[in-house]
């Protein structure tokens, strides 16, 4: 990070530290801390380990803003958040302390439902009444996307819910993972195929 | 497109905290560092996505370090009150005492200039339309301090192992 004309003189500087981890994990706690107290920590996240990879969450003061697979590039998708939602993006685990602990007992069999307030700002128009309709298929169960289509009254956008079930930005918990082919085949899904057949299976088994 | 703030903590907090330090020494430094990353979050939505980063943070630095030098001085107990030799405390974040000996010895104006020159990078220009005064006011100012620091804080190279 030293840029200077005389090098001879940075060193002079050895003795400070350039990286001092102890004290930035001190800083960024209370750097979070303050930024919560003055309402300007606009989106908290956290990463959580689980059966089907490192899950990225997202959270503004709403609820859970975004769910993403280690497959979609954490970063990217934080860098998106920044553009759609706010810049203004820390690690901040505390926020998600519920919405973690409730994901663990769904991969624990613990939990077949989802309790949690929710933050639908990045999913609009058809693709969110779609998505509304998800949270009534019930755990263990399937539909088509063809199904998913006619009970959110379009019976004709297929593909769209396709598209729907692809951009969900809160996977798990809004189950697209539930919707499948007419054929019985899993089809897509954000988190790759074999996470999508290793949720079905799973919840199948409880 | 604006990086996540967090990025922004993590590339650039450790050189932030390394001015506040040089600057007000080991007691004032992360109360500054603190006081300069709040602010900055609050004011990253509007910041232009094409701007220094780096010359933002230690602008802002350099703004909150007054604040905290002021209120220091209106503490009943000043610093120079402290012993000599600061206590022990095991940590292993403290850094040498001796180089903040010999930096809080500088006039501050000399202090800022060789922190922001050697440790932030910014160049003399800068640093004059932050502290005031003409660039080559702030260039005499960082060699001057360096100077006396060669003086005043002797260990230097030597026992960094690079030149012998």
């Known amino acids: 990070m030293t840029t200077a004309s005389d090098p001879q003189a940075g060193r002079l500087f050895a003795a400070l530290p350039t990286q001092d981890p102890p004290a930035m994990a001190r800083l960024h706690e209370r750097l979070v801390d303050q930024a919560q107290r003055e309402g300007v920590l606009d989106v908290a996240y956290r990463t959580l380990d689980t059966p089907v990879g490192r899950l990225l969450l997202a959270s503004t003061v709403q609820g859970l803003v975004k769910v993403a697979f280690a497959v979609q590039d954490h970063n990217a998708v934080l860098r998106r958040l920044a553009d759609d939602v706010s810049p203004r993006i820390l690690e901040a685990p505390a926020r998600l302390d519920e919405a973690s602990r409730q994901l663990e007992e769904y991969f624990a069999g613990r939990r077949t439902r989802f309790d949690l307030p929710l933050d639908w700002r990045l999913s609009k128009g058809f693709r969110r009444e779609v998505l509304t309709h998800l949270r009534e298929i019930g755990y263990g169960h399937t539909e088509s996307y063809a199904e998913v289509a006619a009970a959110a009254g379009s019976p004709r956008a297929v593909r769209a819910v396709g598209t729907a079930c692809a951009t969900n930005p809160l996977p798990l918990v809004v189950p697209c993972h539930r919707v499948v082919r007419s054929d019985g085949s899993a089809g897509g899904y954000a988190g790759g195929p074999d996470a999508k057949l290793r949720l079905l299976a799973m919840e199948r088994a409880a | ?164």
């Not at chain 2, 990086?3 to 506040?20: D, K, N, S, T, W």
């Not at chain 2, 030799?85 to 850094?95: A, K, L």
Request: charged residues 25%; positive net charge.
């Open chain 2, 1 to 164: 497109m604006r990086r996540p703030f967090e990025q922004i903590v993590a590339e650039y907090g450790p050189m932030v905290l390394r001015v506040c330090r040089a600057v007000l020494g080991p007691q004032d430094a992360e109360d500054a560092w603190s006081e300069t990353f709040v602010s900055a979050l609050k004011a990253y939505p509007d910041l232009p996505p094409d701007a220094n980063v780096e010359a933002w943070l230690v602008t802002i630095a350099h703004r909150k370090s007054v604040d905290v030098t002021r209120a220091a001085a209106r503490r009943p107990t000043p610093v120079e009150t402290l012993p000599e030799r600061p206590g022990v405390t095991g940590r292993p974040e403290d850094w040498d005492g001796d180089l903040w000996r010999a930096l809080k010895a500088l006039p501050a104006r000399q202090r800022q200039a060789v922190a922001y020159h050697y440790l932030a990078g910014l160049p003399y220009k800068e640093i004059a339309a932050l502290c005031g005064g003409s660039t080559d006011a702030a260039r005499r100012a960082a060699a001057d301090g360096i100077k006396t620091l060669r003086g005043t804080y002797p260990r230097l190279t030597d026992q960094s192992g690079v030149t012998r």
